[in-house]
């Protein structure tokens, strides 16, 4: 009946939103995104209505470019610090704009070592003779963090996609933060 | 696309900004480009605010190719946004470059915060650093920044009207075409190079962080009369800010202050209307960096990006606050024709001494109106904090902006320029009063306390300066019954400050609280409350602001009729219940609060009352000496201690009394609070306060329990 598959259209997409807000909110708490990410959602509008999936894809690929170049700064015999600098300080820049939280404060901690490296301000020993390693490190951390915000990331648009599809409206995400 | 025009209000118009923005990272310039987009769909449009409305963006990711556009075609961008960390030139280079060349404003941009770089952008030239990940409002502000810079240029160039507000939100009254838009960008472009040793300064001027070199126009109690006067007179609908100045007449005084000053008391009430707690939290957060107007448009553009639930425009907030004011017009006669019902012999009664409560102009912009809406819709915004459901805003009806109750309160509004006063509910609405009074200011404690009448926050306690007498926690008193008791009204007004800072570090705010404990609850279970509410929130009697600073009077001196209220600087832990002394004739206890001059009165007519000039030179001594050594500190403490210790004998007592106590201070007719404290210090010196329990330790309350 006609009726009913309104309702089911309703209760269908009603089911989704509630998962869709769930599923941010987790990703609030955990600090995967924080209210940048919302300042994106708002400026998505009828004009724009796929501004955050085109943000949010060039921020992926951008950030897949950055990373393999730092991998491949590391990989190097001489390490040129300042590249790496430059590259994570860029990283930092766009994750920040998405709202990837923890990206960006891998990179912070990233840049900290290779300031480090630079003014061998650490007395530790580790740092100073295991350079790398350190940077290695950072970079592991970093990577994985942008791998786990990816995958919420797109998990999350496929949710508005589907929600879309299902006749509902994207709900607005606040700050629970 | 240009603007051709602005939405909605004739006075405005657009300036389009054509804005070339550079970063080489397609995530953030995707992102400003988008940003810089809306504001071209978003500006905010108000006669009284800038304007940031672009009507173009250009992108590009090397700083080469923009810099090559900008040569290409000198009057081609109006603005250049550009990232400082970029591959193929250092921002700052291309800074410098625009800078000499074209004498474009450029903002610069990054992640990083480091104020090294900050000031390098400074010393290069730029109009602004912006941190990322940027904001709409930020933006917006920004806008201002480089309006301004232009405004003051054009301002020393050309007097007229025209020029001088030739930012978009400033034509009042002229739509200066958009046509001539390029023009005057041009002009300004010209003219900025001419003042550029000054744009340093007029950056700072109008920096966003509070510090400000020029000095800016204080909104004293005087001039927010007249500018309640000015819009009164020109009616609601009517009072824009060219007018209201206009009908000001005040000197020195621009239309943008009186654009700001109209904006932050919209600001402020909007903040204490009922709001989603969302909104609510965020304007806590902002108003507390309220450092100037600038910051409260701020406020209002974040406020506009952050209604993610509803849209409220700043227009809609302007319609809804007049009605408010009208509102509160009727109110406010009502009230005034009550007091002269009572016979009310000074004007004065009806100052309110809240807005200068918060006698904190930095935080509010020296709008106290301000501060009134924050006593006046306190309900309404402790309502608000347990409903974070979204309210849209437009749905209000202006009955859920004053509470009915306090809409009394509200007498204080902008009407009432220096009438303002607070009118005591009768006492069933006593704790209504008591709740709404309770935001004041700690919009912390607002949040926390859902609802609870908790004063324990109100130690700046801005709003409630109001002389709570400290009697009130003892004494099972009805002082003031009487409706016209205005506890509220003890605040002070703010018109004398004290002399000579003698509440110098006595800041413990009067609390209306207490007052109005004292006031609506004669009985001795009130007081019993009150006590116990006391001991649950004990404050420090003195907070940090300067006391004179806050409780200025007004001079009712000539009130000789015996002032039922106590003034009585008390902890903000109102509900430590500051009974009023029992007044015979209730009824003159008309509060002239907040009066040093009636406080004399007060006690007079106190000790009349009660077992002697001891206990009221004590709470003079409170009250109007910070620096008395004894009493002061030892009326506070001895609130304290009686809050906690047992309440029997206050019921005959004042609460502060003590017995030991000087007692040849005999009511008199002091004709100044200087006599009397003159006296009380003399006093001093002639006996010995041999008061162990009163340790005179910063008048702490807590200390004295």
Known sequence: ?177 | MIVEGIRGDAENFPVGMRVLAVDDDPTCLKLLETLLRKCHYNGFLNSAMSTFIVSSVTTTNQARVALKMIREKKDRFDLVISDVHMPDMDGFKLLELVGLEMDLPVIMLSANSDPKLVMKGVTHGACDYLVKPIRIEELRNIWQHVIRRKKVDSKNQNRSNDQTEAHPASGEGHGSPLAGNTDQNGKFNRKRKDDDDETEDNDNEYEDNGTQKKPRVVWTIELHRKFVQAVNQLGIEKAVPKRILDMMNVEGLTRENVASHLQAIILLDLCFSPLPVKIFVFFKTAIKHFGSLMDAKKIIFSFECNSCNFSYTFWAALQKYRLYLKRISTVATQQANMAAALGVKDSGFMHMGSLDGFGDFRTFSGTRLGNVALSSYPGGMLGRLNSPGNVNMRNLTPSTLVQPSLAQNLSSSINSLGKMHLVLPTSNQTPSLFQGIQPSLELDQLQHNKGTANFTSIHNSRIFRTGSTGAALGSSNNLLNSPMSNPLLLHGNTQQPLSGGRFGNQSAPFTSESFNNGVSDPTNENWQNRVDASKMHPNTLLSAEPFHSQLPLNGLRDNNSSNGTYLQNNPIDLSSGLALPPFEDSREMQCQVGQMGDVQNMAQSWSEQRHGSGSVNQKMDMYTGGRLSGGASALVQQNGKLVTESIPRSNEDFLFEQPKLPSGLTPQGYDSLDDLVNAMIKREKDETVANGEFAFDNYSFGAGM
Do not use: W
């Not at chain 1, 590249?83 to 820049?93: C, M, R, T, W, Y």
């Open chain 1, 1 to 177: 009946m006609e009726i009913g598959g309104e309702y089911l259209e309703i209760l269908g997409s009603s089911i989704l939103m509630t998962d869709y807000l769930e599923y941010s909110n987790a990703l609030f708490r955990e600090g995967l995104l924080d209210g940048q990410f919302i300042q994106l959602q708002m400026l998505r509008d009828d004009s724009n209505p796929d501004f955050v999936v085109e943000v949010v894809t060039l921020f992926f690929e951008d950030s897949q470019r950055i990373l393999n170049e730092l991998s491949k700064t590391l990989d190097e015999q001489n390490v040129d610090f300042k590249k790496i600098d430059a590259n994570v300080h860029q990283l930092k820049g766009s994750s920040s704009s998405i709202g990837a939280q923890r990206v960006r404060n891998a990179c912070i901690a990233f840049r900290s070592f290779c300031d480090a490296q630079d003014v061998e301000s650490y007395g530790f020993c580790f740092f100073v003779l295991f350079p790398d390693q350190m940077c290695l490190r950072c970079l592991q951390q970093v990577k994985q963090e942008y791998l786990l915000v990816k995958n919420k990331l797109e998990a999350l648009l496929r949710l508005e996609q589907q929600i879309v599809a299902a006749g509902g409206v994207v709900p607005t995400l606040n700050d629970v933060s």
